[in-house]
């Protein structure tokens, strides 16, 4: 069973802070994406990579950033955190192509 | 600008009955398209999907119903069961390895 993990699972943050989510897959799969979830808006993407030093800006990629430093790791970064993005982060992988996307069980981020 | 659009928002049926839900989309490009299912504080997992070469798909109680002139599809849950409450999120794909989804149906089924 693909295995996808995400850390924190809740974070708390202040405007204006640095929040820094990480997800690791042991699946060796190439593509990597961040998600939101907000109610009424379903799944966005905000970021995704191809492999490792590769990122790609999704849907919405203002005020986020993203790092692949390697095939396993794949991180989403706040520099300035702000109320708007307090949501619910899916990491997902997927080996490429039409495959099955395996999401993390989410990060939820409250920004004050 | 919603690519892919779901309705209803949240659908409640009783025990043994059939769920449908529904999907549409704008983008003539989508030629591929998954359903996810996803239960509270869990990830989304994919349940069934379906290529636009195809009018149909069954996997067991799950049959998913494509009528690509009209750009629709629906999801149909055949005996529904008290386990089937979840929230489903019809996607599409253009071989552009990213999936766009649509805002979900949010299924409870009552015993």
């Known amino acids: 069973e693909a295995a996808v993990t995400q850390s924190p699972r809740n974070k708390v943050a202040v405007t204006g802070g640095k929040v820094t989510l990480s997800c690791n897959q042991t699946?060796?799969?190439?593509?990597m994406y961040w998600y939101r979830q907000d109610t009424g808006h379903g799944l966005r993407l905000i970021h995704y990579?191809?492999?490792?030093?590769?990122?790609e800006k999704g849907d919405i990629p203002d005020g986020y950033k993203a790092s692949r430093p390697s095939q396993e790791n794949f991180s989403l970064i706040l520099e300035l955190a702000t109320p708007s993005q307090t949501s619910v982060y899916f990491c997902?992988?997927?080996?490429?192509?039409?495959?099955?996307?395996?999401f993390g069980e989410g990060s939820k981020l409250t920004v004050l | 600008q919603q690519q892919v659009r779901q309705s209803p928002q949240s659908l409640t049926v009783w025990e043994g009955e059939t769920a449908i839900l529904n999907c549409s989309y704008e983008n003539s490009a989508f030629d591929y398209f998954p359903w996810y299912q996803q239960f509270p504080g869990e990830g989304p997992a994919l349940l069934i999907s379906i290529l636009s070469v195809s009018d149909k798909k069954e996997d067991g109680r799950f049959t998913i119903f494509f009528n690509k002139r009209e750009k629709k599809l629906s999801l149909h849950i055949a005996d529904s069961q008290p386990g089937d409450s979840a929230t489903y999120f019809c996607?599409?794909?253009?071989?552009?390895?990213?999936?766009?989804f649509g805002t979900g149906t949010s299924l409870l089924v009552d015993p």
């Open positions: 996607a599409a794909d253009n071989m552009g390895y990213k999936l766009t």
């Open positions: 990579s191809y492999g490792a030093g590769s990122t």
């Open positions: 699946n060796n799969h190439n593509n």
């Open positions: 997902a992988s997927v080996a490429g192509g039409r495959g099955q996307l395996y």
